[in-house]
């Protein structure tokens, strides 16, 4: 039964890849379920082939799901106007606003549209009469100066021609956005504020309290430290410095301030510690409420519930030993991700390394456990050593595909550094809730984190200025990537066969 479940997360997950990189018509699903039924009723009594029907029939669904959150362009949708010349239309933000330093960039749900001065006729456009407003639906990612500011949930009425998302040699802006729905962007254009207040009122209560955390860590700490656990706490980064964010780039610890499932792993990892004396239940409620809260501070963004979501699964299956087969664990949550957003499987490199991370910390980091028995156990260094490689084994290629830098120095830095995290998490969301309550108290606290920080910027910044840290790599093949996995699939497989003690 364990190993139908399996096959049957993987068919979906396969599905949905198919129809996200090949143009599948109507045609194939056909036939698809034609045989797929076939091989179920027909050879009934034959269950090998009967698990096989079934998979081709969740291929097909996963196909379809995927199909469904396509949009099919026409006259109602916004992005049927791409490229075409200057419209207006009305809408509401509908995202947290990405502040940067010099623009603000907002998604913008579209409702209503009419024409201004178009390259096409309205008989083309299908638009009878362009003085009135007529509904639309799509969303737009519009790109504003950083002043006046605007908020989640105020409604705009904006002027501008729109534009396709751009497609580079080496990055597909198009591809990037696709997985948000948003096919449309428009820059310098003409923003008027209708009316505030009508967004979610549980979302809008999460990022305003999202901004007053943000407040009690600026006055608590001073920069670059303060830009740093805001970004590593709350996942705002804007306030980073440039050479900082290079400095994580070349060491590869980039994933340090972008909130991933390695975050709540160490929290999680913490905690289960500290309760690990007491009973199972109280334990996991005591977990469950932690990345709740942690959840709730960071705004409650679906790539952060997606991370505690891997980062449960990850400690759950390596540190606590509950779960009887971490496949099957690690195949539903993929599925129940991937079900949410089908896009996400091709176009969210984040998703991608963090269940590669999750594989390598579930499958390889027993192996290395046994063979590299020699590294020193004290203050969980060979542990921290052992998490840190197995998680880069797994995603190695895909980094370098996709950001076209190899760090030499990355798991010397890792080790350096992320022993620290634990406590530097902790001190930081002391700061911010004791900040909520007694200002002094989270400035005391900041004195102490502040030293935490310190030494964790000297490190990647000193690793980062050495000559060899890192190097560019440009056009890599994609098919080294599959054949990379695939001998990694098998050495695992090997090693398996041999009896290699797990320790799940």
């Known amino acids: 039964?364990?190993?139908?479940?399996?096959?049957?997360?993987?068919?979906?997950?396969?599905?949905?890849?198919?129809?996200?990189?090949?143009?599948?018509?109507?045609?194939?699903?056909?036939?698809?379920?034609?045989?797929?039924?076939?091989?179920?009723?027909?050879?009934?009594?034959?269950?090998?082939?009967?698990?096989?029907?079934?998979?081709?029939?969740?291929?097909?669904?996963?196909?379809w799901r995927y199909?469904?959150?396509?949009?099919?362009?026409?006259?109602?949708?916004?992005?049927?106007?791409?490229?075409?010349?200057?419209?207006?239309?009305?809408?509401?933000?509908?995202?947290?606003?990405?502040?940067?330093?010099?623009?603000?960039?907002?998604?913008?749900?579209?409702?209503?549209?009419?024409?201004?001065?178009?390259?096409?006729?309205?008989?083309?456009?299908?638009?009878?009469?362009?003085?009135?407003?007529?509904?639309?639906?799509g969303n737009v990612l519009v790109t504003v100066p950083r002043y006046p500011e605007y908020s989640y949930g105020d409604e705009l009425e904006v002027k501008c021609g729109l534009k396709t998302p751009a497609e580079f040699e080496d990055f597909s802006y198009k591809n990037y956005l696709a997985r948000f729905d948003i096919y449309s962007v428009c820059y310098r254009g003409k923003i008027k504020l209708l009316s505030r207040g009508h967004g979610n009122k549980i979302y809008a209560a999460l990022l305003t309290l999202k901004h007053k955390f943000k407040d009690?860590?600026?006055?608590?700490?001073?920069?670059?430290?303060?830009?740093?656990?805001?970004?590593?706490?709350?996942?705002?980064?804007?306030?980073?410095?440039?050479?900082?964010?290079?400095?994580?780039?070349?060491?590869?610890?980039?994933?340090?301030?972008?909130?991933?499932?390695?975050?709540?792993?160490?929290?999680?990892?913490?905690?289960?510690?500290?309760?690990?004396?007491?009973?199972?239940?109280?334990?996991?409620?005591?977990?469950?409420?932690?990345?709740?809260?942690?959840?709730?501070?960071?705004?409650?963004?679906?790539?952060?519930?997606?991370?505690?979501?891997?980062?449960?699964?990850a400690i759950f299956a390596t540190n606590v030993g509950r779960l009887s087969n971490p496949r099957n664990a690690l195949a539903l949550v993929a599925s129940g991700i991937i079900l949410a957003n089908p896009k996400i499987l091709r176009f969210d490199i984040g998703f991608q390394l963090s269940f590669l991370a999750v594989l390598g910390i579930v499958y390889v980091l027993p192996i290395f456990k046994k063979a590299l028995k020699f590294i020193p156990e004290m203050w969980g260094v060979r542990e921290l050593f052992l998490v840190t490689l197995s998680a880069q084994v797994a995603t190695l290629p895909l980094i370098m595909y996709n950001f076209e830098r190899f760090s030499l120095i990355a798991p010397v830095v890792n080790v350096l550094i992320l022993p620290l995290l634990s406590i530097v998490m902790i001190l930081g969301l002391g700061i911010i809730f004791s900040g909520a309550l007694v200002l002094f108290l989270a400035k005391i606290l900041g004195w102490v984190l502040w030293l935490f920080l310190g030494y964790i910027i000297i490190v990647v910044t000193w690793f980062s200025r050495l000559s060899f840290a890192s190097f560019e790599i440009q056009d890599i093949w994609s098919g080294w990537i599959w054949i990379y996995y695939v001998g990694l699939f098998v050495f695992v497989w090997w090693m398996r066969k041999k009896n290699i003690e797990y320790r799940i």
């Open 1 to 63: 039964m364990g190993r139908a479940f399996l096959f049957l997360c993987l068919s979906f997950i396969l599905g949905v890849g198919l129809s996200s990189f090949f143009n599948l018509n109507i045609f194939s699903f056909y036939i698809l379920a034609i045989v797929s039924v076939m091989l179920w009723s027909i050879w009934w009594k034959n269950p090998k082939l009967r698990m096989v029907g079934l998979c081709g029939l969740v291929i097909l669904f996963g196909m």
């Open 67 to 137: 199909q469904t959150v396509i949009p099919k362009i026409d006259a109602r949708w916004i992005q049927f106007y791409n490229d075409k010349g200057e419209i207006s239309f009305q809408g509401k933000i509908v995202g947290e606003p990405d502040v940067r330093q010099d623009q603000i960039k907002l998604k913008v749900k579209s409702q209503k549209f009419k024409v201004n001065k178009l390259n096409a006729s309205e008989k083309e456009l299908d638009i009878s009469n362009s003085e009135r407003w007529l509904d639309v639906r």
């Open 216 to 313: 009690i860590i600026d006055i608590s700490l001073p920069e670059p430290q303060s830009s740093f656990l805001a970004a590593l706490i709350l996942g705002i980064r804007r306030g980073l410095p440039k050479y900082l964010i290079d400095a994580f780039s070349i060491t590869g610890t980039s994933h340090i301030i972008a909130i991933s499932g390695l975050h709540v792993t160490i929290i999680v990892g913490l905690i289960v510690k500290l309760t690990e004396n007491f009973p199972r239940k109280i334990s996991f409620l005591i977990v469950s409420f932690i990345i709740v809260a942690f959840v709730i501070i960071t705004g409650a963004k679906p790539s952060i519930i997606r991370a505690s979501a891997i980062g449960l699964l």
